[in-house]
């Protein structure tokens, strides 16, 4: 778990533009410190949050707490722990960061942001299980990199039968992790020789009613 950073600062936005009536059912999957749970709790949704991490967990709780709103944070791998319910809007701030092979399965405070050699190790799965959770009209919004092929994220939506499209952007600098394997990301290709800022985007998909 690490605290709120630009990412969640571009999703708290996209949030802000989405029509969310009192007593929507929101899901905050991977939701760290909560600050996306209470945005959308804040707006009289009633929000689930998951992490994997306890401490994630424990935090969140703490956070929605002393905003005083109501969270229901659970524990577990992604959308295990809300299987068999439906969402009319489902907020994911990923792991996205593309790692060396050699760094093995993420553990630790590296489940935040390591997802595997091209960076969609956890955003597959959320292109793939997301759909099956989100009502007629209900609405997906995802953050992730440019390094981790925003393209193949809306693609793989849409074939699920989604409405799919990057609406936000926000380029930023190198953050540490990124500063951390600049070389081995120009190496493989992710990164243009001269390039050092990184590209955010928010990927909005609706299902159809």
């Known amino acids: 778990m690490y605290a709120p950073q630009e990412d969640t600062e571009l999703l708290v936005g996209a949030l802000s533009e989405e029509p969310v009536p009192p007593g929507a059912d929101v899901l905050d999957v991977g939701t760290g410190?909560?600050?996306?749970?209470?945005?959308?709790?804040?707006?009289g949704a009633r929000v689930t949050a998951v992490d994997v991490s306890r401490r994630a967990v424990c935090a969140a709780r703490l956070n929605a707490l002393r905003a005083g709103v109501p969270v229901r944070v659970r524990r577990g791998n992604l959308f295990?722990?809300?299987?068999?319910?439906s969402f009319d809007l489902i907020l994911a701030n990923p792991p996205y960061v593309p790692a060396p092979a050699d760094h093995g399965l993420p553990r630790g405070a590296a489940r935040a942001w390591d997802a595997g050699g091209d960076g969609r190790l956890v955003l597959d799965r959320i292109c793939q299980e997301a759909p099956a959770l989100m009502r007629p009209g209900g609405v997906l919004l995802l953050v992730q990199s440019e390094l981790s092929g925003p393209e193949l994220t809306v693609g793989h939506l849409r074939a699920a039968g989604l409405k799919a499209a990057v609406t936000w952007r926000r380029r930023i600098a190198f953050g540490p992790v990124l500063r951390g394997r600049e070389h081995w990301l120009r190496e493989r290709g992710l990164l243009p020789p001269t390039e050092n800022k990184e590209e955010l985007v928010v990927v909005r998909a609706e299902l159809p009613v």
């Open 80 to 85: 295990a722990p809300v299987r068999g319910r």
């Open 33 to 43: 410190s909560g600050a996306l749970a209470v945005a959308a709790a804040r707006r």
